[in-house]
């Protein structure tokens, strides 16, 4: 098969007349531009102006600036096949976007329909009636956080909590009287348990009466046992870059080194 060649208008440069070095052009000779690809990107860069990705943006809600980032605004997501435009074709992949309001606005409406949903749940008309329905629920049900009422027996509760305990309080009890601890002692157990854990992952025996085992006695253990980090930090190199041979033969050298001194002394 005889390869066709075609030269550039603009660089006089020979290349391959396929649509890896020239754009296709149906009127063109063999279907393809007059001037290669390389010629046409270095045209594009000095004719079209890049635009700068936007640093901020305004929120639809408040018409206050934002720094355009996942901490004053939250993404939404744009499923491949939508139509985000009128008489445009869907998008061909999911598409990942800042919305409109800021964090704060976009609670603030979260609250409002949520509050709108609950005055038609409960047939009110007002905010105040709306207070006044939540407020019996709640004191009924005995949970009005730091206000409430712990002597009305309720259903929900599933421990006694202290009294004007709040509901990050009576959250933190819960929980840790659904692992089966007492809260009062809870810190001492805990740390008694987390203790023998870590005794028993230890890689190397150490003297008893350390709960912490300081930096000198693990540095004199991994010595000891002549790790392959150990080996490789006295031959000035990383792990990853020493042969396993050359460990092997650098951990005898070290050992025959040692048995040489012990006797000695």
């Given at each position: 098969?005889?390869?066709?060649?075609?030269?550039?208008?603009?660089?006089?440069?020979?290349?391959?007349?396929?649509?890896?070095?020239?754009?296709?052009?149906?009127?063109?000779?063999?279907?393809?531009?007059?001037v290669?690809?390389?010629c046409?990107?270095?045209?594009?860069?000095?004719?079209?102006?890049?635009?700068?990705?936007?640093?901020?943006k305004?929120c639809?809600?408040?018409?206050?600036?934002?720094p355009?980032?996942?901490?004053?605004?939250?993404?939404?997501?744009?499923?491949?096949?939508?139509i985000?435009?009128?008489?445009?074709?869907?998008?061909?992949k999911?598409?990942?976007?800042?919305?409109?309001?800021?964090?704060?606005?976009?609670?603030?409406?979260?609250?409002?329909?949520?509050?709108?949903?609950?005055?038609?749940?409960?047939?009110?008309s007002?905010?105040?009636?709306?207070?006044?329905?939540?407020?019996?629920?709640?004191?009924?049900a005995?949970?009005?956080?730091?206000h409430?009422?712990?002597?009305?027996?309720?259903?929900?509760?599933?421990?006694?909590?202290?009294?004007?305990?709040?509901?990050?309080?009576?959250?933190?009890?819960?929980?840790?009287r659904?692992?089966?601890?007492?809260?009062?002692?809870?810190d001492?157990?805990?740390?008694?348990q987390?203790?023998?854990?870590?005794?028993?992952?230890?890689?190397y025996?150490?003297?008893?009466?350390?709960?912490?085992?300081?930096?000198?006695?693990?540095?004199?253990?991994?010595?000891?046992h002549?790790?392959d980090?150990?080996?490789?930090?006295?031959?000035?190199?990383?792990?990853?870059?020493?042969?396993v041979?050359?460990?092997?033969?650098?951990r005898?050298?070290?050992?025959?080194?040692?048995?040489?001194?012990?006797?000695?002394?």
């Amino acid at each position: 098969m005889i390869m066709e060649y075609k030269t550039c208008n603009k660089c006089n440069s020979a290349s391959l007349a396929t649509l890896k070095y020239f754009h296709a052009q149906k009127r063109g000779l063999y279907g393809l531009r007059s001037v290669c690809k390389v010629c046409m990107s270095e045209k594009f860069k000095t004719t079209y102006i890049s635009i700068p990705k936007k640093t901020e943006k305004v929120c639809g809600h408040c018409k206050e600036t934002f720094p355009l980032t996942s901490e004053y605004f939250f993404t939404k997501t744009t499923k491949a096949g939508t139509i985000v435009k009128k008489d445009c074709p869907p998008i061909s992949k999911d598409s990942i976007s800042f919305r409109s309001v800021c964090k704060i606005c976009n609670t603030k409406q979260g609250f409002i329909r949520d509050r709108k949903k609950l005055m038609i749940k409960y047939n009110v008309s007002s905010e105040k009636e709306l207070n006044d329905v939540v407020y019996n629920m709640r004191k009924k049900a005995g949970i009005l956080g730091a206000h409430a009422n712990l002597n009305i027996p309720s259903k929900r509760r599933k421990y006694e909590y202290p009294i004007n305990a709040s509901i990050a309080e009576m959250q933190r009890i819960r929980l840790i009287r659904d692992k089966g601890f007492d809260p009062e002692t809870y810190d001492d157990e805990w740390k008694k348990q987390w203790l023998q854990k870590a005794k028993a992952n230890r890689k190397y025996d150490y003297p008893d009466g350390y709960d912490i085992v300081p930096k000198s006695l693990i540095q004199k253990a991994v010595s000891d046992h002549m790790t392959d980090a150990f080996i490789a930090n006295r031959l000035g190199f990383k792990l990853e870059d020493v042969p396993v041979d050359v460990l092997e033969l650098k951990r005898k050298q070290l050992k025959f080194y040692r048995d040489v001194k012990n006797k000695k002394n």
